[in-house]
C-alpha cells in the first residue's frame, strides 16, 4: 500500500483509523476502451479526497463505479467494509453514498425545495418531516434565500449548491462531488470550498473529482492521481504537485525538471 | 411568488398552494353541482357532462402522462376495459355497475401494469409508440373476439331507474353528479398524490432519470405504481360513460381517437398541473362539440380542421398549457427531449473521460 498520513494533515474533524471507503483492484472498459485498470486506494473516515488526473484519466468512471452507476469488470468496492460495487444507484444511496453530477441535472420543474425534498424522500416517506430536513439542508447549503424559487432560475453556481443539497438530503456518510468547482468564478469557488468544509464538520468523508489540480490543492487532505486508467501516485497534495510523475502526466515530459 | 420563505416554519409555499387549491377546489364543487340547475337546456347539460367525464379521464392520463413524463397514447384500452368489464358483469350476470366499476377499475390497473412491464423498459418516444401499438393490437383483438360480441358491440339494457344501476330513464341531470364525483375523485386522488412522496418521485423520474436513481428512487416501480393509478381511474371513466351512453363497441371503447381524446385536455391544459386537465376539457370538449353542430358531422372534416387549427395555436401560444394564465405554478422544461439529450451528452462524458 502506499504511504499513509497521519492524522496532522488531516485538519480539524476527528477521525478513526479504519477506512470508510476500499476500492480494491477495480478495472472497467467500454468496447476496447479501457477507464479503470488495476485501480486500489482507500479512503479515510472524515478525510476530504481529491481524486485528479488529465482529461481522460478515467476519474469519471471510477467515479461511477463508486456511485453504483457503474459496474466494475472486476475489483470490488466496500463501504465500511460491505461490498457496494454491482449494487445499482439506488442501494448505493441507500447505503449512504451521495452525489453530484458533473453536468448539473436538477429537476427543472420543480421548485429548490421540492428538489431537495426528493432527496429527503430517500429516508423519508411523510411529507412533513421531508420538507422539514430539506429546508434545514437547503439552509446549511446557503439557498435559505430561494427556497421556493424553480431550480432552473438558478445561477451555475447555485444550481451546483443545490446539487449538493439534494445529494446531502439523502444523509450520505461518503458526498462524492463531480467537478463542483470547476467553471466557477474565483469568489464562487471559494465559497464553494467554504461549503464542502462544512459538509465535512457534519462527519461526512468526502471524494472531489477535479481535473483542475491547483483548485484543489488547499482543500484537499489526500489526492489520488489517475492516468491513462491507471493510479499514478496517492499522497497528500504537495507531494503530489512535487512527484515527477504527476507533472509529466498533467505537462509531458519537458517539464519535468 | 408569494411572501419571503420561513424556514423551517410549516407555512412554506407549497403548504399554502396545496390549502389554496384544496379550497378554489371545494368551491368549485359547489358551483358545478348548482350550475345546472337553472339551465334547463339538454344539450347544455350533455356538454358539461362530457366535460366533466374528459376532465377525469385526463387527470387519469395526467397521472401517468403529467406528474410522472410516461407520455401514453393507449389509454383507450384502459377505458375500453373498464366500459366492457362493467358491461359484461352488467349484462351477463346483473352485477349492477356501481360495483362493476370498481371491477373495471380495477382490471384497467392491472392492464396498465400488465402494458408496464415491458414497455416502461423503453424511454421517451419509443414508449409512447409502443402504447400507440398496444393500443391498435387491443382494438383488433377486440373487434374479433365474439364472447363481447366482437364489432357489434354491447347494448346496455335498461332494467329501471335506479342509482345502484346507474339507469335513468329521461332524466340528464342524475348523470351530471355522478360525472361530477367522478371528476372530483379524480380531482382529489391527483391533489393528494401530488403532496405525497410518489408526487415528488414521478417528477424527479420525469425531470431526470439519472438524478432520480442517484436519489435513491426505483424508477421502475415508479413508472409501475403512476400507470396502475392511471389506468384504473381511466378504467372507471369507461364504466360510467356506458351506463351513460347505454352502448359500448370496440370503436368506441378502444379507438386511438378514444387514447387522444383523453390526453389532449391534459395536454392544452397543463402536463404535470392539477388544474390542466379541467382547464383542458372545460375549453376543449365545447369547441369540439360546437364545431359539430355548426359545421355538421357529414363527413368534410371541417370541424376537425378548427378543432386541429385550434389545438395548433394554443400549442404554440402556451406551450406550458392553458392554466400558464392563471399564474399558476405550471412545469417550465424539462421534458423528454432534453432529458435525452442530456443523457446523451453523460454518456459522452464518461467515454471522453475513459
Known sequence: MPDRIGPDAIGPAPILPDPILQVRSVSKSFGSVTANVDVTFDVERGEILGLIGPNGAGKSTLFNSIAGAEVPDSGEILLDGQRISGLGPVACTQLGIGRTFQVVRSFNSMTVLENVMVGAFARLTRMRPAMARALEVIEFCGLGGQVDAPAHSLTPSGKRRLEVARALATQPRVLLLDEMLTGLTPSEAQAGMQLVREVRTRGITIIMVEHVMEVLLPLIDRAVVLHLGRKLSEGSPQEMVRNPDVIRAYLGDRYVA | ?354
Open chain 2, 1 to 354: 411568488m408569494s411572501a419571503a420563505p420561513s424556514i423551517g416554519a410549516p407555512t412554506n409555499a407549497i403548504i399554502r398552494r396545496r390549502r389554496r387549491e384544496l379550497v378554489v377546489g371545494a368551491v368549485l364543487l359547489v358551483v358545478l353541482a348548482v350550475l345546472p340547475l337553472p339551465i334547463d337546456n339538454v344539450y347544455l347539460r350533455g356538454l358539461m357532462i362530457l366535460m366533466l367525464l374528459y376532465a377525469g379521464l385526463s387527470q387519469g392520463w395526467n397521472i401517468l402522462g403529467g406528474y410522472c413524463g410516461q407520455i401514453s397514447l393507449g389509454h383507450a384500452v384502459y377505458f375500453g376495459i373498464g366500459a366492457y368489464t362493467s358491461a359484461m358483469l352488467f349484462t351477463k350476470l346483473g352485477i349492477p355497475p356501481t360495483l362493476g366499476m370498481f371491477a373495471g377499475g380495477a382490471l384497467a390497473g392491472l392492464a396498465a401494469l400488465l402494458v408496464g412491464w415491458p414497455c416502461f423498459r423503453l424511454s421517451g418516444h419509443y414508449y409512447a409508440i409502443a402504447t400507440l401499438v398496444v393500443g391498435m393490437m387491443v382494438l383488433l383483438l377486440m373487434t374479433n373476439w365474439d364472447f363481447v360480441n366482437a364489432a357489434m358491440g354491447i347494448t346496455i339494457p335498461f332494467r329501471a331507474e335506479s342509482w345502484v344501476q346507474l339507469q335513468f330513464r329521461i332524466a340528464v341531470l342524475p348523470f351530471h353528479y355522478v360525472m361530477l364525483a367522478y371528476a372530483a375523485i379524480a380531482w382529489l386522488i391527483a391533489w393528494i398524490v401530488e403532496g405525497s412522496r410518489w408526487g415528488f418521485v414521478w417528477r424527479a423520474v420525469k425531470d431526470d432519470v439519472a438524478a432520480a436513481r442517484s436519489l435513491a428512487v426505483r424508477v421502475f416501480p415508479s413508472k409501475m405504481a403512476a400507470a396502475a393509478i392511471s389506468g384504473c381511474i381511466t378504467g372507471v371513466g369507461g364504466a360510467i360513460y356506458t351506463q351513460y351512453v347505454g352502448f359500448i363497441d370496440p370503436d368506441s371503447g378502444f379507438g386511438l381517437p378514444l387514447s387522444v381524446l383523453i390526453a389532449l385536455p391534459a395536454v392544452v391544459g397543463g402536463v404535470g398541473t392539477l388544474w390542466g386537465p379541467f382547464l383542458g376539457a372545460a375549453v376543449l370538449i365545447p369547441v369540439q362539440q360546437l364545431t359539430v353542430a355548426w359545421l355538421g358531422s357529414a363527413g368534410n372534416g371541417i370541424d376537425l380542421m378548427i378543432y386541429g387549427a385550434l389545438i395548433m395555436a394554443l400549442a404554440l401560444l402556451r406551450p406550458q398549457g392553458l392554466v400558464s394564465l392563471f399564474g399558476v405554478r405550471s412545469q417550465a422544461g424539462g421534458d423528454v427531449a432534453v432529458d435525452e439529450a442530456a443523457g446523451a451528452v453523460g454518456v459522452g462524458e464518461v467515454a471522453d473521460n475513459a
